[in-house]
């Protein structure tokens, strides 16, 4: 008979362990979709790997993808943490995009400075603007923040196209239904010439260390995860909850608007409709695999990264479609669940103890 | 304001209201069996996905409209299966699990549906349900067009809300049904099975959703293309909560949903100078909002909803 | 009552992680015959109970179950249904109903196959009320069970037994919720049905009704069956040393001087979440160095009261006021911060967060403090040392301070609480059910800490279903029902009984 028993806290070895081995599991299993798709299985592999490190650009590019992801994923572990179920980052990033294009497109003509940072400031307030709406809905109605945030995201992208076809389109486009291009002085620098990575990527960093230091370390880390772990006895020790929440909420939101200020301000450019490939919902499977750690956030972005890059590049090769990324990362997603629960019972068969491990 | 009295009195109008319903009736039905267990199902808009696909290609590879369906069905229970799974005996976060489902089902579809069909510029297309044409009844005034002459699928619709009212509130199985969504305690000290009753509900309601996105490429349209569910599975979610997971009203907020929709694409036409058209494209969205804002506060939850029970812990 | 015997437990033992639950424990019970189970908390009667009833799988042993002609066989173990088919039924202590069905469905849950299309409910009316009838069980059919009372669901819950002819009855300590005279009715009903041939098993740890009411009793310490005897050989203070094997001293409550007001509840309505778990402009003083017992079947405003002193619900109206100081806006902050400590009820839920550890626990209500904090950033060597000292000084038991506190004992998870509640030195103690699941040396700890609390000047307000704890420790009582108290001078447990059922004495 089998049964199953929680185990007693997790070792450091496995926390880190478990998401790098689901990864792995997840990369060794495409090998079934690329063998129904006809696709030769090393020379598909090679292709993903050389596509990634296979040169200084391949590499560069792998970063610059991984930036608005590092962004996404912290917006969702953070909020994650408090049991705060933001899956609209991708909607919130397309607000910070659009506050980039407002503000930095002409409105303002002043040094890169002063622009820069206002860009950045307005970003993640346009950002933090759309989780705290639903946060708020939550607390007051108890409406549930999955779908309402889920909704917006299609109401935001909607908005969007009115916008990019109206009020933020750009008179020189041609038509097309774009922005007009950010000012030169209120682009985020490059890190390095001929490579498009950019500064968007320090600035991720940045946070990531930040939000790890301040989780584990600051009173406001400790009451987040109180509140997440058990709102019931959170509140009843005293810790404000509902301000705890609006409070995780605006910084989830202000870390996807960076994601949508990153991308247009960083890298593209201009804003258009297609300007995330679904980063938000992205940064979800890298919040999870990172074990909702912010550290572990930057470490699984790389790898997401390099999983659509590499397939991108495979797929150009080979003839096999690029959802093949896409169906890597989910099952990398399901095999972290799974390993999650292995690592957190034992599943113990007849008299003798198997652990799981 | 004449103009929207005559829309609302048009048969054409409730035609599409209902023809518009018929996948978030399929979709709220499954989701409200779900969450009846106690299971929230966030994998609903994957396997609307992969309801379309897989009903499409196996009509495309020639198993015939009603073998899509089936194909579908099925297709919606496995992935149902494997969400119980993960939620029911391994208890993990539902939300979590959802929406790896979701991503799952999604990209598994669209994998597929790429790597059979690889090198085509506009999506292929096979034969849909056609309105059925039932002698007498399709011939009746405005209820002949706005009812009988909708296709197989919006019946097959109809026919489910029945069933599922039916099986909740007539038969043995409902009340065990709504009893494991209520206290999995009372259902295994009964000597019944919590996991067996949970799982079993997922799956039916899975096969449900599927049923939902089948509609879509077998019925309203002929093909599949990316990005055609587009959010018809949260709606649904959101649908639940205002439907109080009971099946007639399930079926009303279904239809007042399609009405609103079908009522902003033909006031497009009429101020569209005036409004811009996103605002229409929005309005369904902002109206779920709206639905469960409104219902949220007063909703009855089904009280072991998101709790996971594992045997043999008391 | 017949020597025929209709149950033979052997050998039945059964171990969580490193705890051995149930070690070789045998049992034999007759026809007619009520047995009570007895052992402290922590004994193992209920772990026993479940491998009867198949919730749990024994590591060993066996279960025979003889049949109606007296045939043995042995039961299928782990299955609540065969348990159920072998004529096996259990009250469980907390119960196990839908409560958005009503006791018609509820009682058919699982007695009609799944696979039938249409159902019966006017035959399993008829029967229920045939049921109802001889038993002398009677409770509303058609109400939802979430709107019935304590007593008549635990009716529904027996009920459910009868309708599927059970032979063998288990009640797990099925007079924890129930006033006296509740408590007396229904071991008359189940004498009645004993004398019909049903063999009933009761749990208790209440050494007195099991004297009242049982046959025989067979008491459990520590996992295993130390002894049975015939209740007419049997005296409390012999089954006591059976149960703890050594003599236990229960702290004695010495008259103590009472000093100021600490808390005053004028004219104070709150809104709960049922109808009758209110307040209605509810009176209560509170004095320093008194522990004021507040005596009730729960369901009657407990929860009502304790949400308001710990600050977790709003009033409607009235006032609160600590040490003459009314209370202006009510939340968990202020009220700790004003120096109330609380002994939550429910100690997983609002007690403790599991997954966090001990050290941490034991900081969630002073984090924001200059001992704990500096410039936001948490001082980890200070707060590594507070949890150290007071692990020491409440002697709170498990794998170390950094381990999360999910991991403890209940006891030791109240001694965690404990410890966090009087490091602070509070004026007015909120004690809400603080000994429930606990052994009895666990309870006596906390027993010890209340009436040191009340040596030391402060108000302590002692909510408690335990009528005997009650009046071991409480200096005045207030008996509460229907949201309204009534104060009372009487120790007679037939006179609170009464107060407590909303009858006058």
């Known amino acids: 008979m089998i049964r199953i028993e929680a185990r007693g806290s997790q070792s450091l070895a496995w926390k880190i362990g478990l998401p790098i081995i689901s990864a792995i599991l997840a990369l060794i299993l495409a090998a079934i979709p690329l063998t129904l798709a006809g696709a030769p299985i090393l020379d598909s592999y090679a292709q993903m790997f050389s596509g990634v490190f296979g040169s200084k650009f391949a590499f560069s590019e792998m970063l610059t993808r991984a930036t608005p992801l590092i962004f996404t994923g912290l917006a969702a572990a953070l909020a994650f943490r408090a049991k705060l179920w933001n899956i609209g980052a991708e909607g919130q990033l397309y607000l910070g995009a659009m506050a980039a294009a407002a503000i930095g497109t002409g409105v303002f003509d002043v040094s890169g400075m002063i622009l820069i940072p206002t860009i950045i400031l307005f970003g993640c307030a346009a950002g933090a603007f759309g989780m705290i709406v639903p946060a708020t809905l939550k607390i007051r109605f108890g409406a549930d923040e999955v779908v309402t945030t889920l909704l917006l995201n299609f109401i935001i992208i909607i908005f969007l196209q009115y916008m990019l076809e109206g009020p933020l389109k750009d008179p020189m486009g041609l038509g097309w239904p774009q922005s007009s291009p950010i000012l030169d002085q209120g682009m985020l620098p490059k890190v390095m010439d001929r490579m498009r990575i950019h500064y968007g990527l320090i600035i991720a960093l940045l946070c990531a260390a930040f939000a790890q230091f301040m989780l584990v370390r600051s009173v406001w880390g400790f009451k987040l995860r109180a509140v997440g772990e058990n709102m019931n006895a959170a509140r009843h020790a005293g810790i404000p909850v509902n301000r705890s929440l609006l409070t995780v909420a605006a910084l989830s939101g202000a870390l996807a608007g960076l994601a949508g200020v990153s991308e247009v301000a960083g890298l593209k450019g201009y804003l258009t409709a297609d300007l995330s490939p679904g980063f938000g919902y992205t940064g979800i499977v890298v919040a999870m695999l990172a074990g909702l750690s912010p550290a572990g956030v930057v470490i699984a972005a790389l790898f997401i990264a390099s999983v659509f890059v590499g397939a991108d590049s495979m797929s150009r090769a080979m003839g096999v479609s690029s959802y093949l990324a896409d169906l890597v990362v989910a099952t990398a997603l399901l095999c972290v669940l799974l390993g999650g629960f292995l690592s957190r019972y034992k599943i113990i068969t007849g008299v003798s103890q198997s652990g799981g491990k | ?314 | ?505």
């Open chain 2, 1 to 314: 304001m004449f103009d929207i009295l005559q829309i609302l009195l048009s048969e054409s109008f409730w035609s599409a209201s209902l023809r518009i319903a018929t996948p978030l009736i399929f979709g709220v039905l499954g989701a409200l069996l779900c969450e009846k267990s106690g299971v929230l199902n966030l994998g609903i808009e994957g396997i609307f996905v992969a309801g379309a696909m897989v009903g499409w290609m196996a009509v495309w590879l020639g198993a015939g409209l009603w073998g899509g369906v089936l194909a579908a069905a099925l297709a919606g229970a496995l992935f149902g299966l494997l969400h119980g799974i993960l939620t029911v005996p391994l208890g993990l976060s539902q939300h979590v699990s959802g929406l790896a489902i979701t991503l799952f089902a999604s990209s598994l579809s669209y994998f597929s549906y790429r790597t059979a069909l690889p090198t085509v510029s506009s999506p292929p297309r096979i034969s849909p349900f056609q309105p059925l044409d039932i002698p007498i009844l399709s011939d009746l005034p405005f209820i002949g067009p706005v009812l009988f002459q909708q296709t197989a699928l919006t019946f097959l619709a109809l026919f489910c809300v029945f069933l599922v009212w039916y099986v909740l509130n007539k038969t043995a199985l409902g009340v065990a049904i709504k009893a494991v969504g209520d206290n999995p305690n009372s259902v295994d000290a009964q000597g019944l099975s919590v996991y067996g009753l949970r799982i079993g509900a997922v799956m039916a309601g899975s096969a449900l959703m599927a049923l939902g996105g089948a509609f879509l490429t077998m019925s309203a349209f002929d093909a599949f293309f990316f990005g055609m569910v587009n959010g018809r599975g949260w709606i649904c979610i959101a649908l639940v909560i205002f439907a109080s997971w009971r099946p007639g009203k399930a079926l009303l907020g279904a239809i007042l949903f399609g009405a609103f929709d079908a009522l902003q694409v033909r006031l497009q036409t009429e101020v569209g100078a005036f409004v811009p058209s996103q605002v229409f494209l929005a309005a369904p969205y902002i109206l779920s909002i709206f639905a469960l804002v409104i219902a949220a506060r007063r909703a009855e939850y089904p009280r072991a909803l998101l709790t996971p029970w594992f045997k043999g812990q008391r």
């Open chain 3, 1 to 505: 009552m017949n020597s025929n015997k209709v149950l033979s437990l052997k050998n039945l033992s059964k171990t969580f992680g490193s705890v051995k639950a149930n070690e070789n424990v045998s049992l034999d019970l007759h026809r007619g015959e009520i047995l009570a189970l007895l052992g402290e908390n922590g004994a193992g009667k209920t772990t026993l109970m479940n491998m009867l009833f198949g919730h749990y799988m024994p590591d060993s042993g066996r279960i025979e179950v003889a049949d109606d002609a007296g045939h043995f066989s042995d039961l299928v173990l782990g299955h609540p249904q065969a348990a159920i088919a072998a004529g096996i039924g259990m009250v469980h202590q907390h119960f196990t109903l839908a409560e958005n069905l009503d006791a018609v469905d509820n009682i058919m849950l699982g007695a009609e196959p799944l696979t039938r299309m249409r159902r019966n409910r006017h035959e399993a009316e008829k029967k229920i009320n045939a049921l109802m009838e001889n038993s002398g069980l009677s409770t509303p059919l058609d109400v939802p069970a979430g709107r019935l009372t304590v007593g008549e669901r635990q009716r529904v819950e027996i009920l459910k037994a009868l309708y599927r002819n059970v032979r063998i009855l288990v009640l797990d300590e099925p007079t924890a919720v129930l006033t006296p005279q509740e408590a007396d009715t229904l071991f008359e009903n189940i004498a009645t049905m004993a004398a019909e041939g049903l063999a009933v098993i009761f749990i208790s740890h209440k050494l007195r009704e099991v004297l009242a009411f049982s046959h025989r009793i067979a008491v459990l310490r520590l996992g295993k069956n130390v002894g049975e005897m015939a209740t007419s050989e049997a005296d409390e203070q012999k089954i006591a040393r059976m149960m703890v094997g050594s003599e236990t001293s229960l702290p004695i409550r010495q008259a103590a001087t009472t000093g100021a007001p600490v808390l005053h509840l004028e004219a104070l309505s709150v809104v709960g979440r049922g109808r009758r778990d209110s307040l209605k402009a509810v009176n209560l003083t509170v004095l320093g160095g008194e522990i004021l017992g507040i005596a009730g079947v729960s369901g009657n405003g407990q929860a009502a009261l304790a949400g308001v002193l710990s600050g977790m619900m709003t009033p409607e109206a009235g006032k609160i006021i600590l040490n003459n100081e009314e209370v202006s806006q009510i939340d968990p902050a202020q009220m700790i911060a004003k120096g109330v400590g609380r002994i939550p009820e429910d100690r997983h839920r609002d007690g403790i967060i599991g997954s966090m550890s001990v050290a941490e626990n034991m900081i969630i209500e002073g984090v924001d403090g200059h001992r704990f904090q500096k410039n936001g950033l948490l001082k980890r060597e200070n707060i590594t040392e507070h949890a150290k000292a007071l692990s020491v000084e409440y002697d709170v038991r498990g794998p170390g301070i950094a381990a999360p506190a999910q991991l403890l004992s209940g006891g030791n998870i109240q001694k965690l609480i404990l410890a966090r509640v009087f490091d602070k030195k509070p004026l007015l103690i909120l004690a809400n059910q603080p000994t429930r699941g606990l052994d009895m040396g666990a309870a006596a700890d906390v027993a010890r800490r209340l009436i040191e609390a009340r040596s030391r000047g402060a108000g302590i307000v002692l909510i408690s279903e335990d009528l005997d704890e009650i009046l071991r420790l409480a200096d005045r009582i207030l008996v509460i029902h229907d949201g309204e108290f009534a104060e009372t001078h009487t120790r007679d447990r037939a006179e609170l009984g009464l107060l407590m059922a909303g009858q006058a004495a």
